[in-house]
């Protein structure tokens, strides 16, 4: 089966927005083994449009509509793909309550404008938006298919994934399962590397790989006629891979993020942390911060700037600074003693490096970070080398520091 | 002049990678007022991309082909580009030298692939590539043209604006000039209230906005015969948006972040300044520190998660806590006071709030975050009401924080 990807919009073309609904669109199609040969944006304009919903309908199965489904003229998405294939416009009242449902939820008056939303083509497929007003549409004429979905990834993503993936999984007569498993500590090329027999010796399940910085994402999908032989097909890949990156595959559930897992892990255990940072300025703190529930585990946290307030703040000696410099393994270590001794913690970990783009030397060059994790006592350090934008090695370093307190913790514990 | 954007390659059909450059060359198109109708998406496949760009050049003047001319066999954008034309390919002993150049200066054997790099369309403008291996192309044939251009944003960016640019420029055959005014603490659709009469009321110059957290970035930009002429339809413009925001509008330099303002702004008055956040929990630091050299003047922060932490570190009352809750117009006050007492600094920023999803109550809902900002013993304190995501609210407070800062110094110094 062959989809296509449609983009509806004058803020596409314009630049005014990034098209992720068409990376999204195109990922669920590899998940559903669906090929995609061509995506298109274009604007608001009836002719242009049509000509372009033609073109894709010649070459391709199913054909996405993303967006132009909202209550202004200039929205003319659904009125365009129903004349296309000769569909009436009918007022659909189950939509209609939904509409006004929604807006008694959000507290608003509909305008008289919203009520077009209600109208869908004559045998249509309806899917409810729980995020929006604007339906999502499936029509179907002979061999062809046209999903309208809504623009604004909030209500777009939910639609798919409640209505229009079983729809297709459905379509291509088959299961479709897949697993993720987050890596971190490892770079691409690497995580490419080791699994290079796989990614290439098979095609059922395929796999297939994510990078964002300081992790990897692999993505194992299997086909079969039935869930339970697609997830028998699934279950020896997802083993090897298992064995091949261990301990460094930090979750298999892809809504957890690794500071989640590092979260659950310090809760898990009980533990209390702090963090004391230098370079990365508190981005650190500011990660673990977005695990809603943190506050169990976590109570303060430092920004030692300067070397001054190394000292100040979390007892840093002096001569350690003067003989090793701020960033060094043994001002790495006293960062993290001195944060854990004054906080009360069980464990802290310190960042200090060189962000750049200034401040490097050939001994210490811009990207050298000194990363410190003491638990209970016991200080484990790594010295990093980061490359990029003083942003890219900052978040580098975030992304390692979590690393490294997780593997202490797993290490501590035996885990 | 109409535009198409065309993107080549395979990890954009998968979805592994979000299409930024369309993005980019749209909104640049947009500047040099050029309309761009239609953009896709397509494989490193020679057929479907030769009908691809045969469809664009048949109904627009310019085509942009993005991606494909790296050194693997995969790559066939400029074979098919060039074959398409008639114009056969030949080494060019410029861009020879500057590969062997490129894989000196990064210490890589160059293979034999890359000096494929080497070939170039006959007749081709060879536009260099300061970043990467493979040089741009721009090919014109006819009335038509087409821009190769390699996929990487980082080689693609600086070579439009060093190159292209400048080209598509002299093709409009007029002057384009662009001002662009960044706005804080006014909401999207208030600035484009505020601005309607110009955004609807002209077509030279042309007003457009774009969002972000926190703040909007309003673009003027004029078309005419020389760059003098552009400049001064631009002015009344730009004088009349500086008139209706005013102080809100912190730089009129694309480059010039919110970070980067305040951080001038304490620079040139010589202030030092510490952090103490709750629920942004490092987030302001973090992003302060995203400017070089904030060490002049930003020396240590702290995050107080805990009402302990509050207390302990930056010596908020207890009773202050126990009559009115950490997320209050009193605790912030204290945070902001004690901070820069501990720190010994001219002025300390606090934040406190509720970033959700759980621990609103009616009184105190999701979103309500409390900013002070203490300036050599001044306090100010705002009240906000956030919405949306943890993470959303969280980087709203941050923003917002620093348009206070902002705020303080500009009054207190009377700037």
Redesign the interface.
């Known amino acids: 089966m062959v989809a296509e990807i449609i983009s509806v919009g004058t803020e596409?073309?314009?630049?005014?927005?990034?098209?992720?609904n068409?990376?999204?669109?195109?990922?669920?199609?590899?998940r559903l083994g669906i090929c995609?040969?061509?995506?298109?944006?274009?604007?608001d304009?009836e002719e242009?449009l049509a000509a372009?919903i033609r073109?894709a309908l010649g070459r391709s199965d199913v054909v996405f509509l993303g967006g132009g489904l909202g209550p202004t003229e200039d929205d003319l998405t659904k009125e365009t793909a129903a004349k296309l294939f000769g569909h009436a416009l009918v007022e659909d009242e189950h939509t209609r309550k939904r509409i006004a449902a929604y807006f008694e939820r959000i507290g608003r008056e509909a305008t008289e404008n919203n009520w077009k939303q209600a109208l869908v083509p004559e045998q249509a497929i309806i899917l409810d938006n729980e995020n929006g007003s604007a339906p999502g549409l499936i029509m179907e004429e002979g061999e062809k298919t046209l999903i309208l979905l809504p623009g604004p990834p909030m209500e777009m993503i939910p639609m798919f994934q409640g209505g229009v993936f079983p729809y297709l999984s459905d379509k291509v007569g088959e299961a479709i399962v897949s697993k993720v498993l987050k890596i971190c500590q490892v770079g691409e090329s690497r995580v490419e590397q080791e699994l290079k027999d796989l990614i290439h010796g098979c095609e059922n399940p395929t796999i297939?790989t994510?990078a964002k910085t300081g992790e990897v994402t692999v993505r194992v999908t299997a086909r079969a006629k039935t869930e339970s032989e697609a997830k028998k097909l699934i279950k020896p890949y997802v083993r090897q891979i298992k064995f091949r990156f261990g301990r460094n595959i930090y979750t298999t559930d892809e809504q957890v993020e690794l500071e989640d897992a590092v979260a659950a892990l310090l809760k898990q255990q009980n533990l209390t942390f702090t963090?004391v940072?230098s370079?990365?300025?508190?981005?650190?703190?500011?990660r673990?911060?977005?695990v809603?529930?943190?506050?169990g585990v976590?109570?303060?946290?430092?920004?030692?700037?300067?070397n001054?307030?190394k000292r100040?703040?979390v007892g840093v000696k002096k001569d350690t600074l003067t003989a090793n410099g701020a960033v060094s393994e043994k001002t790495a270590r006293e960062m993290a003693k001195g944060a854990a001794l004054r906080a009360g913690c069980d464990m802290a970990v310190a960042v200090t490096g060189i962000?750049?783009?200034?401040g490097g030397t050939p001994e210490k060059p811009v990207g050298l970070v000194y990363i410190a994790c003491s638990l209970r006592g016991k200080v484990t350090v790594r010295k990093c080398q980061f490359f990029g934008s003083?942003?890219k090695i900052?978040e580098s370093a975030v992304s390692a520091a979590l690393a490294l307190m997780r593997d202490c913790i797993l290490e501590n514990f035996e885990l």
């Open positions: 596409l073309l314009l630049g005014n927005t990034v098209n992720t068409a990376a999204y669109l195109a990922e669920q199609c590899a995609v040969y061509y995506q298109s944006v274009v604007g304009n242009r372009t073109l297939a994510y963090t940072e370079c990365t300025g508190g981005l650190l703190a500011g673990l911060v977005n809603p529930g943190i506050s976590f109570k303060q946290g430092y920004v030692t700037y300067s001054k307030a100040r703040l962000a750049g783009p200034d003083r942003r900052r």
